[in-house]
């Protein structure tokens, strides 16, 4: 059964600061990787896709892969209480179509 | 506006009374999928799409039923819910089949059956 975990939270953290949220996956040949926000309610939304070990920056959001360590996680820098929210990590486990697997979600709260 | 959309929004109905949940997109995407959310138990894919008339079951397919006649659609049919499809579905879709093709979700459809 291939997984993907991620810690359920919440995350709690002060306007400002840097939000860490991390996932692990156990299929070890998955080779594409992303990070949905989703609000109460809504539908999930992809702000976030990574394919090689490193980092990749967009604006306030930096995800880093570790594929020998099966590990991927997002950083918000200055988070703002409009990231409040779930985070979605989603691996595609198989090489050849798009069928994602879907950790459970972090939730983080950031206060003001 | 490049789209995902769904109809109903919102459906309570009672068991065993056919139901079909509408799927479209206007972005010439290969691939479509049907996923389920529950609260402790994440999204879980019931159907997926690569191409037209091309179907696959997902994690948790039983109870459902898909098709894929043209490309831009892709409905999701209960013959008979049972309260046990209470949930909310989302479809999504993506242009292509290869790693890279990040998808897209539509906004939701909230079922509830008594």
């Known amino acids: 059964q291939k997984e993907v975990e991620q810690n359920s939270g919440p995350l709690s953290v002060p306007e400002g600061a840097i939000a860490s949220l991390n996932c692990t996956y156990s299929?070890?040949?998955?080779?594409?990787f992303f990070w949905y926000r989703q609000y109460s309610g809504k539908s999930p939304e992809l702000i976030m896709s990574?394919?090689?070990?490193g980092d990749k920056e967009d604006g306030r959001f930096t995800a880093q892969l570790n594929k020998a360590s099966q590990y991927v996680s997002l950083l918000i820098r200055d988070s703002q209480p409009s990231d409040s929210a779930t985070y979605l990590c989603?691996?595609?486990?198989?090489?050849?179509?798009?069928?994602?697997?879907f950790g459970k979600g972090t939730m983080l709260l950031v206060s003001p | 506006e490049a789209q995902v959309t769904q109809n109903p929004r919102y459906l309570i109905t009672v068991t065993g009374k056919k139901l079909t949940v509408t799927c479209s997109q206007n972005?010439?995407?290969?691939?479509m999928s049907w996923y389920r959310q529950d609260p402790g138990l994440g999204l879980r894919q019931i159907y997926y799409?690569?191409?037209?008339?091309?179907?696959d079951k997902g994690d948790v397919p039983e109870g459902y039923k898909v098709s894929r006649k043209e490309k831009r659609n892709f409905p999701l049919i209960l013959e008979s819910p049972s309260p046990n499809q209470t949930s909310l579905y989302f479809c999504?879709?993506?242009?292509?089949?290869?790693?890279?093709?990040?998808?897209?979700f539509g906004p939701g459809t909230r079922l509830t059956v008594l």
């Open positions: 972005m010439n995407h290969e691939y």
């Open positions: 799409s690569m191409n037209v008339e091309v179907t």
């Open positions: 990574i394919y090689s070990n």
């Open positions: 989603a691996v595609n486990p198989l090489s050849g179509y798009s069928t994602l697997t």
């Open positions: 999504a879709s993506s242009f292509g089949t290869s790693l890279y093709n990040e998808q897209f």
């Open positions: 299929d070890r040949v998955s080779q594409s």
